[in-house]
């Protein structure tokens, strides 16, 4: 089976995902069938997200702020480089229910 490209020579992936109806859609399920992405499931109000939702929404921010990716690469480059510069203090209160 062809991979996407951004696959090919990587670890398996594990896609984490809580099992609200909309990361259930049949296009999403069999895209990731089809590229062998393991899922992991979490309720959908599961108090574990919510940390990994603040840290998203956080580097969605300073993205935002930042920059305006016009491609795929520049995207991953700009996602690698703000987690990189993720504050490890915001990222500790964050994991801890003190973060915004």
């Known amino acids: 089976m062809e991979q996407a490209p951004w696959i090919c020579g990587r670890n398996r992936l594990l896609l984490m995902e809580n099992n609200a109806p909309i990361h259930m859609a049949q296009a999403s399920t069999d895209w990731q069938n089809?590229?062998?992405?393991?899922?992991?499931?979490?309720?959908?109000?599961?108090?574990?997200?919510?940390?990994?939702?603040?840290?998203?929404?956080?580097?969605?921010?300073?993205?935002?702020?930042?920059?305006?990716?016009q491609t795929v690469e520049e995207l991953r480059h700009v996602i690698n480089a703000a987690w990189t510069n993720f504050h490890v203090n915001l990222l500790n209160a964050t994991m801890h229910g003190h973060g915004h």
């Open 34 to 69: 089809w590229h062998e992405i393991q899922k992991l499931y979490w309720p959908a109000h599961s108090p574990s997200l919510i940390s990994i939702k603040n840290i998203w929404k956080t580097m969605n921010s300073q993205i935002s702020k930042l920059y305006q990716p």
